[in-house]
T-cell receptor, first 112, second 113 residues
Framework: DQQVKQNSPSLSVQEGRISILNCDYTNSMFDYFLWYKKYPAEGPTFLISISSIKDKNEDGRFTVFLNKSAKHLSLHIVPSQPGDSAVYFCAASYSGNTPLVFGKGTRLSVIA | NAGVTQTPKFQVLKTGQSMTLQCAQDMNHNSMYWYRQDPGMGLRLIYYSASEGTTDKGEVPNGYNVSRLNKREFSLRLESAAPSQTSVYFC????????????FGPGTRLTVT
């Protein structure tokens, strides 16, 4: 049973446009959500997070939106740059007491 | 600070051979984790250690053992490697007991023939 789902395996966006990566979850107990970015031959790196008490968190070009009623979060990258081309993983946890659960990832390609 | 280091970077094993993947972190983190990444499967947790002296199974623990040697080091052992264990293995650490923001090592690419 997949608790964190990233239904789009890949996404292509033109440089300068907005990239929107989506993530759905099934466990209503999740209260903290994160996005990680992974380049080939490297480990994932933390990008941005959001607590369930918020519906938006922004960090520079990256914004994460959380819709608790829909059990859905999204990562917006504006403007997209070629260096953003990577695999993005959504992850979730609850109570700070359980390990993160990761989605399968979405490969973003930003085309110059 | 080196962050999280893993050795080796690459390894080829024959079926039935054993090996230990090493992981160390220099951030004084309490929790450490081992993941495997397979195409189309995302990151799956093998084992984790919430604090020094404790270890727990994750989603895919079969065929693996772990040792939390001290606060810095967390090793993953394959006693009898199988082709199904061909994967990229990542070690990670986090500050809090079980926490959110994990720091990952560069990975070990393991091939079992």
């Amino acid at each position: 049973d997949q608790q964190v789902k990233q239904n789009s395996p890949s996404l292509s966006v033109q440089e300068g446009r907005i990239s929107i990566l989506n993530c759905d979850y099934t466990n209503s107990m999740f209260d903290y959500f994160l996005w990680y970015k992974k380049y080939p031959a490297e480990g994932p790196t933390f990008l941005i997070s959001i607590s369930s008490i918020k519906d938006k968190n922004e960090d520079g070009r990256f914004t994460v939106f959380l819709n608790k009623s829909a059990k859905h979060l999204s990562l917006h990258i504006v403007p997209s740059q070629p260096g953003d081309s990577a695999v993005y993983f959504c992850a979730a946890s609850y109570s700070g007491n359980t390990p993160l659960v990761f989605g399968k990832g979405t490969r973003l390609s930003v085309i110059a | 600070n080196a962050g999280v280091t893993q050795t080796p970077k690459f390894q080829v094993l024959k079926t039935g051979q054993s090996m230990t993947l090493q992981c160390a972190q220099d951030m004084n983190h309490n929790s450490m984790y081992w993941y495997r990444q397979d195409p189309g499967m995302g990151l799956r947790l093998i084992y984790y250690s919430a604090s020094e002296g404790t270890t727990d199974k994750g989603e895919v623990p079969n065929g693996y053992n772990v040792s939390r040697l001290n606060k810095r080091e967390f090793s993953l052992r394959l006693e009898s490697a199988a082709p199904s264990q061909t994967s990229v293995y990542f070690c990670a650490s986090s500050e809090a007991r079980i926490s959110y923001e994990q720091y990952f090592g560069p990975g070990t690419r393991l091939t079992v023939t």
